[in-house]
């Protein structure tokens, strides 16, 4: 059965071993150096193992009603919880959006969309939203643009 | 040293700077009143616009950040009766009850009082402190380094929550963060034929990913499973000065032991403003002659909650400065603000940089000031401020963070290292993992590696790591921190396990 801690030990000791794998590829020692550039993500690498290990042996050594509902758990707080999965999505989609459309229009988008998502529910909040998303990503700009001297895409 | 205090005072106090401080600690003082915002998400979201800024003026406006948060929490604790950070939660045992009773005003002030002349301490601490420990850690070469950043590691991961496997998994992690790309030999390492990741993973944006995106989505996630409070927040606010001062005149020990131990807490690694609030809170109800008024609206309790909490800031600086070990989370982030300023925290700051110092010193002192003069003139707009929608706020200071992360290089692929790290660090908050010591790793990681490889190449010996007494003890303590923390856990687990039914 799947637990949560059992969930996080599976996926350290997966990402420990993909990138356990791929420090293999890192570059041997020169002559005079007595340790290479591996060495130290390995050491890391070597406590995460053992780390893993533990918090794996110990989801079997003490597993409780709550942990074995784990699945259903995670199914409940993504059907209860979706405005949070489509703001990580809007945040991925303003992301890609920033080099193509630019950062007023991107910045412009992302607050209209993620404010109707969160905020707007009455037609007096979706004019709010308008005026809040234009107002916030002109003032952020401007204050970057020219007050700082920082250029934004 | 007095005449660099002396220098940097003058550069604190020109109009400039001062400005900058002023708009630092109003940003403070709003982050900390916004229940859920906290103290080191306002850092991270203001520190963005201090990369045009030369380092004291940049590091003056976090410092004002840094001393207005921390007396933030007060106003939504008086006037709403919601902690604004969790160093804050005790001040609404007895602030709230307060201002129910009618007296908004003197629990307020008590409260921003307190606050100043906690910090007041604190840094008087920091100054006489801060020297000593520094010239004590003079004499520690790579291996000691070494040792302590490895103890600093497992105290946090210990002190971090039940969770004492998982502190350490998220220690480890933080460290792994810092392998990535060129090391000091030019060979690159897990860069999966990424070009972008070569140059490593900044620590701003992973920082920012991991901690902020985290707290926002969840700020979002408890906002929608609880109903709005609706709260109203009572305009006529006037603060009573007279009674204030009759008020704080009858708890002169109270203050002076509250602050110090607020210093103390926050000069330990992994401890910060909450621990000290309620060990101090429970120290003036034990030492109190009606500990049975404390939760009722006593200024006892408020005194003791706001003292304490703001003398962490000066108290947090003293291993930040002197050792180059944060204390806390909010500690570890300004870390990275100095270093990304180009400025590294340790012992041989007070020799190459003692004017920057004395503006550390002179910024905190200021910016003391100033928060009492704005809490008062302004705290009823703070707690207006404090009632701005959660569901408004998040997509405006993610944007920031997104903002921020990019204008570190005029760089996209940072915004891609927030985002991404910025899922890693919700899904590991749903997974119970605590964030600060990732938080600690990816601000220590460089250091540890660079200290662990110079004392190799001075010896290559592993047993000297155990021979020299200073580098044993760290390391003998950084064992039993993590055997301590086991012990706890254990003995915690028993007294929460549900007794099983009786038989038969």
Known sequence: MLTRDRALALSVLLGTGILAFDSLNIREPSSWQPYGSALMPQILLAVLGVLGTALLVKSFMSETARDTAFLAEVVGFARRNTHILVLFALFGIYV?????????????????????????????????????????????????????????? | ??????????????????????????????????????VTMAILVVFPFTFSMDPIAGVSLMIGVFAGGYSGGIVSGVMLGIPGTPSSITTVYDGYPMAQKGEPGRALGIGVISSFIGMVVSVVVLVTVGPAVASVSMSFRPWELTALIVFALTLVAGLSGAAMLKGLIAATLGLLVTTVGFDRSNNSRFDFGFNQLESGLEMLPVMIGVFAFSQ?????????????????????????????????????LNLLRSSLIGTLVGALPGTGGTVANFVSYDQAKKFSKTPEAFGTGTPPGIVASESSNSAVAG?????????????????????????????????????????????????????????????????????????????????????????????????????WVLFAFGILGYLLVKAGVPLTPLVLGV??????????????????????????????????????????????????????????????
């Not at chain 2, 660099?4 to 600690?25: C, W």
């Not at chain 2, 969840?218 to 204030?244: C, F, G, M, W």
């Not at chain 2, 947090?316 to 590294?344: E, K, Q, R, S």
């Not at chain 2, 003139?377 to 408004?392: G, M, T, Y």
């Open chain 1, 96 to 153: 890609f959006a920033m080099p193509r459309v630019g950062y007023l229009v991107a910045t412009a988008g992302f607050l209209l969309a993620a404010l109707a998502l969160l905020y707007a529910r009455s037609g007096r909040r979706v004019l709010a939203v308008i005026v809040i998303a234009i107002t916030v990503s002109t003032l952020i700009y401007a204050i970057f643009q020219y007050g700082l001297g920082i250029r934004l895409p």
């Open chain 2, 315 to 415: 108290g947090a600086f003293i291993p930040t400065l002197a050792l180059g070990i944060p204390g806390d989370l909010p500690m570890a982030i300004m870390m990275g603000v100095l270093i990304l300023h180009g400025i590294n925290p340790g012992p041989l700051l007070f020799d190459q940089n003692p004017v920057l110092i004395g503006a550390i010193y002179s910024s905190l002192l200021i910016g003391a000031v100033i928060m009492v003069i704005c809490q008062l003139a302004l705290v009823r707009w703070f707690a207006k401020i404090a009632l701005i929608p959660q569901e408004i706020l998040v997509p405006v200071v993610l944007v920031l963070c997104a903002v921020g992360s990019f204008a570190l290089n005029n760089n996209l692929f940072d915004m």
């Open chain 2, 1 to 38: 040293m007095f005449e660099f205090f002396a220098e940097a005072f003058v550069l604190v106090t020109s109009p400039a700077t001062l400005g900058l401080i002023v708009i630092g600690v109003l940003l403070g003082i709003i982050g900390g009143a916004i229940p859920g915002f906290t």
């Open chain 2, 443 to 504: 601000v220590l990681g460089g250091s540890l590696e660079r200290e662990l490889f110079r004392a190799l190449e001075i010896e290559d010996n592993w047993m000297a790591f155990l021979t020299r007494p200073i580098s044993a003890t760290l390391l003998a303590l950084a064992v039993l921190s993590v055997v301590i923390s086991l012990i706890q856990n254990r003995l915690i687990a028993e007294r929460t396990r549900p007794k099983s039914a009786p038989e038969g």
């Open chain 2, 216 to 252: 926002l989505m969840r700020n979002i996630e408890v906002h929608k499973s609880a109903e709005s409070t609706d709260k109203r927040v009572n305009q006529s606010v006037s603060i009573p000065y007279l009674q204030i001062l009759r008020d704080m005149a009858s708890q002169k």
